[in-house]
């Protein structure tokens, strides 16, 4: 008599995880990983601060570019005289806004420091201008009129004092460069004052005859030209 058959399957162990075991696991791994991640985000967060550059300072940057003579002109002036000037420029932009109802400002105040120089243009002397008596040793020269030759201002010392623009006021690019250009003109227009032409003249006299008389002159006389007549 035949036994009871077995199941081919039996000595199959078949073992199925169990539900407490695997999901204890899957959170050691999730914390595992949280964790890690935790330390990598806290790491980059204190490390790159100390790796990152300090933010470069601000700076000017000139770049060289060739500079192109255009033209050269021979002079031969002689400067007899510099005038130092100051002079403070108050210049204002009045605006009208809202339909004329408010008047706008943009005003500037500058200090202007210049210097003006004078002398003479020797390039305008011709020939008829110069004699000379050998008998006499005497020298007879007629020289143009004492003449402007620059104005400019001393840019170490020239400054805006202040700058206002009022509210509704449209700020003004051009002012400074409008209040630089009066601080010029104001400047010659002030030098020009007083015995400046006159000192211009007599520090030029002494110069040629100076001059004149290294070159063997015994005496020199010494005429004016009238200012605006040009010579040969």
């Given at each position: 008599?035949?036994?009871?058959?077995?199941?081919?399957?039996?000595?199959?162990?078949?073992?199925?995880?169990?539900?407490?075991?695997?999901?204890?696991?899957?959170?050691?791994?999730?914390?595992?990983?949280?964790?890690?991640?935790?330390?990598?985000?806290?790491?980059?967060?204190?490390?790159?601060?100390?790796?990152?550059?300090?933010?470069?300072?601000?700076?000017?940057?000139?770049?060289?570019?060739?500079?192109?003579?255009?033209?050269?002109?021979?002079l031969a002036r002689l400067e007899t005289t510099e005038v130092h000037v100051e002079k403070v420029v108050d210049l204002a932009d009045r605006q009208s806004r809202l339909f004329g109802l408010v008047q706008a400002t943009d005003?500037?105040?500058?200090?202007?420091?210049?210097?003006?120089?004078?002398?003479?243009?020797?390039?305008?002397?011709?020939?008829?201008?110069?004699?000379?008596?050998?008998?006499?040793?005497?020298?007879?020269?007629?020289?143009?009129?004492?003449?402007?030759?620059?104005?400019?201002?001393?840019?170490?010392?020239?400054?805006?004092?202040?700058?206002?623009?009022?509210?509704?006021?449209?700020?003004?690019?051009?002012?400074?460069?409008?209040?630089?250009?009066?601080?010029?003109?104001?400047?010659?227009?002030?030098?020009?004052?007083?015995?400046?032409?006159?000192?211009?003249?007599?520090?030029?006299?002494?110069?040629?005859?100076?001059?004149?008389?290294?070159?063997?002159?015994?005496?020199?006389?010494?005429?004016?030209?009238?200012?605006?007549?040009?010579?040969?």
């Open positions: 008599m035949e036994g009871p058959l077995q199941d081919p399957y039996a000595s199959v162990a078949v073992h199925a995880p169990r539900p407490r075991a695997q999901a204890g696991r899957a959170a050691r791994i999730a914390l595992l990983a949280v964790a890690l991640l935790a330390s990598v985000g806290f790491g980059a967060l204190v490390v790159a601060p100390r790796l990152r550059a300090p933010a470069p300072a601000s700076s000017v940057v000139a770049r060289p570019s060739p500079a192109l003579v255009i033209a050269i002109r021979d005003a500037l105040l500058l200090v202007a420091v210049g210097h003006v120089t004078i002398g003479v243009d020797l390039a305008r002397i011709g020939e008829d201008d110069i004699a000379m008596d050998p008998e006499t040793g005497v020298a007879r020269l007629t020289l143009p009129a004492p003449e402007v030759f620059s104005t400019r201002l001393d840019e170490g010392e020239t400054y805006v004092y202040t700058r206002k623009t009022s509210l509704l006021a449209r700020r003004n690019e051009q002012l400074e460069s409008r209040a630089r250009k009066e601080a010029t003109e104001a400047i010659e227009k002030a030098a020009l004052e007083g015995n400046v032409m006159a000192r211009a003249k007599a520090q030029a006299e002494r110069q040629i005859t100076a001059l004149a008389t290294q070159l063997g002159a015994k005496r020199v006389e010494i005429r004016w030209r009238d200012a605006g007549v040009g010579g040969d």
